[in-house]
């Protein structure tokens, strides 16, 4: 199919796209992986697209005096794939961006799309979330922050207002000692994942957070098996074992959607990440 | 000889334009004043149609079924007992059978302007429930399809053996049931068809995508009362088919239809959302099976119940019969079976009409079996291979004729299942799983074996009588007057290699380099008529007849040689591409010469025929060649996840002589994947009121490169006693053994979990539900 018939514009600042956004029918493309093949198929039909290319400031990455590393919207899966700083951060960037779709889809797909569409299955969620990454959104009235689960709200639902635009990940400090590990379960490259975990150890920055994500999951922290690594450090990720992942997973909340066949899937992703977050510290 | 004929492996004449990127596909081709074609298609699967409004204005640029009262009704019939009928209007008349299917056509001058057109065409349907479930569908209380035949099952075939009898006295029985999914053919270019009305010659000329224009040609006459001498069909490229391209299309009638009626050409091309909503066309069977044996494993009976999900509608020619007549007659397998019973049912429902597609029913049919003969192994304590050895024919026994009346040609089976278990190292594999970790991914073998008919003809399409049976395969020779070949073929190379492994039969024959033999093919105006490229047919039947008229043309050119060389007939000898005789010789240009340019030197009694022939062939007894083929898969399967990967495939293949072997791997690799798509990702599903769940490769999922395992291949070499060279087709085949052997791995794998899977595709979700059941000893749903 080709798209219906639609108008566009490329502003050139940032508070000229944030008003042209608030228009009614309005789309906002970055890399548009997501928004062209929805066209394409007539599934959406936006009246006006506001293409984001002209933004070039939200195309950065930039390290606080805080420490914490800010991922302009507009940067591409590419761009982090390639980023060669060194570091462990960097590292587990490169390897999730890595693992996104194919390379073609990473040359143009951007962070803040990824974010703004808030596809549950997208790698960058459940990885930013094991980070305790925050959204930046900027609108007529300024910047504002907010956890990314708690900006996640639902499949394609956030907490983005009308007038505003997703400009940057905010991912907070983190050490040389920083362990990161992500895993998913996919019907084959390239795919989608039908769910995806992240596991992040910081013992410098008492960063300890596992997270989940999937078809049937808003990604999101699982707080019971954080605060298990939070206690129980790597020894406990190397030794957790599946049948003990399934039973925390009935005390998390927010994971009424999972049944019982995506449960155990879950568990196992989940125990192969941890025991992954183990082997290397070990290495 | 030059060391290019038959066996060898020299590289595809048309790789080099499909490498360049110049090879030349319908939707390469642009008319002047072409419009282009958008089909509103219905997100129904089962309404009646109220009322179409065309939108204000542009009601000469929508049409629907009313615009067309001359075109008729596609209707595939089958002369069988019992077969019910349907008409398949090529765009919906009163009711819409399936989601997808075409309800008007609307031009414009590009396609986004005729979908624009589209989306403001208005319907009123009246929604009716659908049907969608193929075992609901059998229920006295579903909603029925044809209203008028007051069922859903369009045919019931039946064999009747006294398995009663069997079953009385048999020291083991084993029931299980299995259900393949609906999937796609989803070949890289999708349909497309570009017409347009040549008013000089009075005449369509319609450049299609298709395995079969000559079929085509004749179907698009038949349907718009056309004499056949008015219709033209040309295929250029085509990028794949595997059967969804072997009936006449619905969009092929309707948009020449158009282009005669604007006198303006007009072209469709297929995107892929239509490619895979209309075309999840392929599959989907539940077979209810029984097998009896005795204690050393030798199969004593079958007793099958399989329906096929047909679909809405019979498609033209092969109708809705094809796929449950070939798992009826082909559940046996390679086996010696005494006692058979079965029922294959043909069910209509509101989905695409099921089409050919590689190895049909042969896919289906071969896992319900393979996975039977595991069950059998596992219950009498035995290796799989072992069972399999106690049943298969042998050499000695050929050729065989099976219970199903299938005559087996040559091989030796046995032998090629104890080179696949060699080739895997069983003994290796049972050591590993002994030692290996429990909590984990699990190894696992899995074992299929199969025979495959190809190249079937006249004898065996008569019996389903259609409205179109095989003959002779003929091909056209023309050698020109400097020499070069020419061969022209009605058959359709699709990714097949034909203009190479034709060109390499002339070159066996006259010794001439097949790269200056022009294989031309895909233009009903220039070529022979042939039923087309489908059920592994070409190489025996097109191969045959160009070996054939080789043989007619180098008798003609020795007449000729041996006057020019001053000698007898018998003194001559062809070879290298020229005759000799002593120490003389004469290249055939010198004998395109005379013939052509240089007359006076011919002899008195040169055959009037000249340099050119249509020779026609087709093998005796036509019956089929039989190529056989042990499959191994070695998987490594997760429980916890359901992840499969393949970790080490084999295929042990005897498809008689072969003309180039890379040709054939290739066949083989490219039919393996396709198998293991079958085996592990691909379905259509459908929800409750018939919407399917893939409307893109996002969600309806083939194997790509990554998925492809590396794969070993052997090869025995029987030749066939009845075809030319000992050549038997094979092009099916490899799609037919992966979800066998892979499913059988997984099953040996999952064994001490208590885990039997009876489904395709062996999806992570369905896999993880089956250890899940198996835990809690319920089954797997």
């Known amino acids: ?283 | 000889m030059n060391g290019k004929g038959v066996g060898a492996s020299v590289l595809r004449k048309e790789d080099r334009r499909h490498l360049h990127g110049e090879g030349r596909f319908t939707a390469d081709l642009r008319l002047p004043r072409m419009v282009e074609v958008a089909f509103l298609r219905s997100p129904h699967a089962h309404a009646r149609i109220r009322a179409i409004r065309k939108p204000d204005g542009a009601e000469g640029r929508v049409f629907t079924l009313a615009d067309m009262p001359e075109v008729k009704p596609m209707r595939g019939i089958a002369k069988l007992d019992g077969f019910r009928a349907s008409d398949w209007p090529v765009l919906a008349g009163d009711k819409v059978r399936y989601a997808g299917e075409a309800v008007a056509m609307c031009i414009g001058a590009s396609r986004a302007e005729a979908e624009d057109l589209a989306a403001r065409v208005e319907v009123d349907y009246e929604l009716l429930p659908a049907v969608v479930d193929l075992i609901a569908a059998q229920a006295p209380d579903s909603p029925i399809v044809h209203e008028e035949w007051g069922t859903n099952v369009a045919l019931a075939l039946k064999r009747d053996d006294d398995i009663e009898a069997v079953a009385a006295s048999a020291p083991v029985r084993i029931s299980k049931s299995f259900r393949m999914a609906r999937q796609g053919a989803v070949p890289m270019e999708g349909k497309a068809v570009l017409a347009e009305w040549d008013a000089r010659r009075e005449q369509l000329v319609v450049h299609a995508s298709t395995q079969i224009p000559h079929i085509t040609r004749t179907g698009i006459a038949v349907h718009l009362g056309l004499p056949q001498n008015k219709v033209r069909v040309i295929a250029p490229d085509v990028g794949g088919g595997f059967g969804a391209k072997c009936m006449v299309q619905p969009e092929e009638i309707s948009v020449a239809w158009l282009a005669r009626h604007l006198r303006r050409p007009a072209r469709w091309v297929e995107d892929r959302r239509e490619n895979l909503i209309c075309g999840a066309n392929a599959r989907e069977h539940h077979h209810e099976v029984t097998l009896y044996a005795d204690r050393e494993g030798r199969i004593l009976g079958l007793d099958a119940r399989m329906a096929i999900d047909a679909g809405a509608y019979s498609i033209w020619p092969f109708s809705s019969s094809l796929e449950a007549g070939m798992a009826g007659g082909t559940l046996p397998g390679p086996y010696h079976v005494p006692c058979y019973r079965h029922r294959s049912l043909t069910i209509v429902s509101n989905k695409p009409p099921l089409a050919p597609y590689r190895s049909v029913a042969r896919a289906s049919v071969c896992f319900s079996l393979e996975l039977m003969m595991d069950a059998l192994a596992r219950e009498l304590g035995r290796e799989p291979w072992e069972i399999r050895m106690a049943n298969l024919v042998g050499p000695e026994r050929m050729p065989y004729r099976s219970i199903t009346n299938k005559l087996f040609d040559s091989g030796d089976y046995p032998a090629c299942m104890k080179r696949a278990v060699e080739a895997v190292n069983l003994p290796a594999i049972r050591a590993a799983q002994a030692s290996q970790d429990r909590d984990g991914a699990r190894l696992g073998v899995g074992f299929a074996f199969y025979s495959e008919q190809a190249a079937h003809g006249t004898s065996v399409f008569a019996g389903w009588g259609g409205p179109m049976v095989p003959g002779f395969e003929q091909a056209t020779l023309k050698i020109n007057p400097d020499g070069a070949l020419e061969i022209r073929t009605g058959l359709q190379s699709h990714g097949q290699g034909m203009e190479t492994t034709l060109a390499q039969i002339a070159a066996q024959e006259l010794g001439i380099d097949p790269d200056e033999v022009a294989v031309l093919h895909g233009d009903t105006e220039t070529s022979p008529y042939s039923a087309g490229t489908y059920a592994s047919r070409s190489i025996v039947m097109g191969g045959g007849a160009v070996a054939t008229g080789c043989r007619t043309l180098a008798a003609r050119m020795t007449i000729i040689a041996a006057h020019l060389l001053q000698t007898s007939r018998e003194q001559v000898t062809l070879r290298d591409g020229a005759f000799h005789a002593g120490l003389r010789s004469l290249p055939i240009r010198e004998i395109a010469r005379v013939w052509y340019l240089n007359p006076e030197e011919l002899p008195e009694d040169a055959d009037r025929g000249g340099l050119e022939c249509t020779a026609a062939y087709r093998p005796d007894p036509d019956t089929g060649t039989f190529t056989y083929a042990a499959h191994a898969a070695v998987v490594s399967a997760d429980p916890g996840t359901g992840e499969v990967k393949v970790l080490d495939y084999v295929v042990v293949e005897d498809c008689g002589t072969v003309v180039n072997p890379m040709v054939v791997d290739g066949q083989v690799y490219g039919g393996v994947v396709q198998g293991i798509g079958t085996a592990l990702l691909e379905e259509m599903a459908y929800d409750a009121s018939g919407a399917p769940s893939g409307e893109t490769l996002l969600e309806y999922l083939i194997p790509g490169a990554v998925e492809a395992p590396a794969m070993r291949l052997d090869r025995m070499v029987t030749p066939s006693p009845w075809s030319e060279y000992g050549l038997k087709g094979m092009g099916e085949g490899p799609a037919i053994g992966p979800p066998a052997a892979i499913g059988n791995a997984i099953n040996d794998a999952w064994r001490d979990l208590g885990v039997e899977v009876d489904y395709t595709p062996l999806s992570p979700r369905r896999l993880v539900a089956s250890v899940l059941a198996a835990e809690g000893g319920r089954p797997a749903s």
């Open chain 1, 1 to 283: 199919m080709k798209p219906a018939p639609f108008d566009y514009v490329r502003p050139a600042s940032l508070s000229e796209a944030c008003r042209l956004r608030a228009e009614p029918g309005a789309a906002a493309l970055a890399g548009g992986q997501s928004l062209v093949p929805l066209m394409a198929l007539r599934k959406a039909q936006p009246s006006r697209i506001v293409d984001l290319g002209g933004l070039g400031a939200l195309r950065q990455i930039e390290t606080a005096a805080s420490g914490e590393t800010r991922i302009g919207a507009l940067i591409t899966h590419a761009a982090l794939e390639d980023w060669e700083a060194p570091g462990p951060l960097p590292a587990f960037l490169r390897e999730v961006a890595r693992g996104i779709a194919f390379r073609s889809v990473r040359n143009l797909g951007t962070i803040g799309g990824s974010l703004a569409h808030a596809d549950p299955r997208a790698d960058w969620l459940c990885a930013l979330i094991a980070l305790s990454a925050r959204v930046e959104m900027t609108g007529p009235d300024g910047a504002r922050v907010l956890a990314v689960e708690d900006f996640i709200e639902g499949p394609g639902q956030t907490a983005l207002d009308a007038d505003a635009l997703v400009t940057a990940a905010l991912i907070p400090e983190t050490s040389q000692a920083l362990i990161c590990v992500h895993a998913k379960l996919r019907p084959k490259v390239g795919a989608f994942a039908d769910l995806l975990t992240a596991a992040a150890f910081d013992p410098a920055t008492g960063l300890a957070r596992v997270s989940l994500g999937g078809a049937a999951v808003t990604p999101r922290a699982l707080p019971a098996l954080s605060e298990a690594l939070l206690r129980g450090g790597l020894a406990w990720a190397s030794a957790v074992t599946r049948a003990k992942i399934e039973a925390a997973l009935a005390s998390e909340a927010g994971l009424d959607a999972l049944d019982a066949v995506d449960r155990r899937r879950a568990a196992a992703l989940i125990e192969r990440c941890l025991h992954r977050l183990g082997e290397r510290h070990a290495a």
